[in-house]
């Protein structure tokens, strides 16, 4: 009896797997021949398993190297599937420019994948679309430029936060530390002060606890086992990753609306302290149905801290570990500083004096490649690009490391070389394939603060100490590949930050 069973259960399972893979098979045969039909053309990509795809294979741990591996066969236009999901990859500069700023409006749309629902729920700005994406980014650039986004006022914040920063660096007394923790403090700090209107100390254990689990997430949601959810949304419960995910994205939630409550509490409409005052008081005037409630506010101060903390910091702490790795172009950079400079403060305006310095700024924020595969992209209408047709809702990879590393733009695309952003006189000059905050729609809209915050913290930082290697070290013990997530980390490592004289 027991051996009739199993020979039906067999019977039953294989019946069902058949006849799933049957459908796969027809769904797949009709939409080919619909496409044919149509005299539609869509992008080659490599032949997909049913139900797996292509993820055999793609390196899910650094899948970016194997998307730009598969264009050498496919092109700068090609599709593969994540398990059963076809994506659209979009490699190299003038394939990336083209979608994203000729056709701004048709890649504009942002493919908001279960990993991402988790945090925001369509909510905010980073990972909305249509109406509410609008009005919330129209909002949040018009009142951060009244806090100083990327203005004077942003610039007097920083140049405080730098002694404060320096302070943290002083207590280590020239001996080797890993500058994770107090350069994102420092930079988190800056979008305190506009968001709030006020910044936190580098031992509030509130504060720490927020910007340690808000990067803690950026690392997470870019790992192997959530791209998997991404693909199998199923395998959530099974997901230590996930479970992560959502107890650092309840915990900050409740800080944040305790922080909110706190300036709601002392809330003075002619007086407005940061970018929260003003929401508050455009919620307190809109209607009942407006797009100015708490999950949104909650989700776009997520967004702001997510954006503009860890992407920041991250380059900051790729700019001093290259140049402990290098010392020789360190040299050049303080000799610069040293000459033009001199022992003051460095100011924003001071940026157009230090062409060397500028140069290995921007230098650092290619090769460091830390989005290398930009945010998720989809298309909002069927779009004929390329000499192919892409269908509307289509999640799309604008692949930035394919940019910032392409062979035919760049002379040297995976060395440190700060002549890049250099013309024959050691003059800076701008390149058209420099796109860290991607392009088009969805540019990071913090590109001027990060820029501002990037110039000064590395300049008073380089003025004020030589980075080294610990002893023992050497400067080719320090990895360039990174640690993936979201965003491309450092490896772990420590340096030295020994004063100048």
């Not at 080919?32 to 292509?54: M, V």
């Not at 689990?213 to 991404?230: C, D, H, P, W």
């Not at 290995?360 to 069927?382: F, G, W, Y």
Request: glycine share 8%; charged share 25%.
């Amino acid at each position: 009896m027991a051996v009739v069973e199993s020979m039906l259960n067999f019977s039953s399972t294989g019946t069902l797997l058949a006849a799933f893979l049957l459908l796969m098979f027809l769904y797949r045969l009709t939409c080919d021949s619909r496409s044919q039909k149509e005299g539609e053309i869509e992008p080659p990509g490599p032949k997909p398993l049913p139900l797996l795809g292509n993820l055999l294979s793609l390196d899910l741990t650094r899948p970016f190297d194997t998307l730009c591996e598969l264009s050498r066969t496919y092109g700068n236009v090609y599709q593969v599937f994540l398990g059963p999901k076809k994506v659209v990859v979009l490699v190299g500069h003038k394939t990336v420019k083209e979608a994203l700023v000729n056709y701004a409006d048709e890649f504009g749309e942002r493919d908001i994948t279960p990993g991402f629902r988790i945090v925001t729920d369509g909510h905010g700005i980073l990972f909305s679309n249509g109406e509410n994406w609008k009005e919330m980014r129209r909002f949040a650039l018009s009142n951060l430029r009244d806090f100083g986004m990327g203005k004077r006022g942003s610039e007097d914040k920083i140049i405080e936060e730098i002694q404060y920063l320096k302070g943290e660096f002083d207590k280590f007394e020239g001996k080797a530390f890993d500058t994770t923790h107090p350069v994102n403090y420092a930079v988190s700090n800056i979008i305190s002060s506009i968001v709030y209107g006020s910044r936190f100390e580098y031992t509030d254990p509130r504060f720490t606890e927020m910007v340690d689990k808000a990067n803690e997430n950026i690392r997470i949601s870019g790992s192997a086992s959530m791209m998997l959810y991404n693909t199998f949304p199923w395998l959530g419960p099974f997901l230590n990753s996930k479970r992560i995910i959502v107890r650092n994205v309840l915990k900050n939630r409740a800080e944040v609306t305790k922080l909110i409550n706190e300036l709601l509490e002392t809330l003075n409409p002619q007086d407005l302290r940061g970018f929260v005052d003003s929401f508050l008081i455009r919620k307190q005037s809109d209607e009942k149905d407006s797009r100015f409630y708490q999950e949104n506010l909650l989700v776009i101060v997520g967004n702001l801290f997510a954006a503009g903390t860890d992407t920041t910091g991250t380059t900051l702490r790729w700019a001093l570990m290259l140049m402990a790795k290098y010392p020789q172009i360190q040299d050049r950079v303080q000799d610069e500083i040293d000459g033009v400079i001199g022992g003051r403060q460095p100011v924003v305006d001071d940026r157009k004096k230090l062409p060397y310095t500028d140069a290995v700024i921007h230098e650092t924020q290619r090769l460091a490649n830390i989005v290398p595969m930009n945010l998720p992209h989809k298309t909002s209408c069927d779009v004929h690009f390329n000499g192919y047709f892409i269908k509307k809702g289509t999640p799309v990879i604008p692949l930035l490391t394919s940019v910032l590393k392409d062979p035919s733009e760049w002379e040297k695309p995976n060395s440190f070389y700060p002549e890049h952003f250099l013309d024959e006189k050691g003059q800076f000059v701008k390149r058209d394939a420099f796109m860290p905050f991607s392009a088009g729609r969805r540019v990071c809209l913090g590109e001027s603060l990060a820029n501002m915050e990037l110039f000064l913290f590395f300049t008073s930082l380089l003025q004020s100490y030589r980075f080294t290697t610990p002893p023992g070290v050497s400067g080719d013990d320090l990895d360039l590949k990174g640690i993936v997530g979201i965003t491309l980390n450092p490896s772990p490592h420590k340096l030295c930050a020994i004063r100048r004289p």
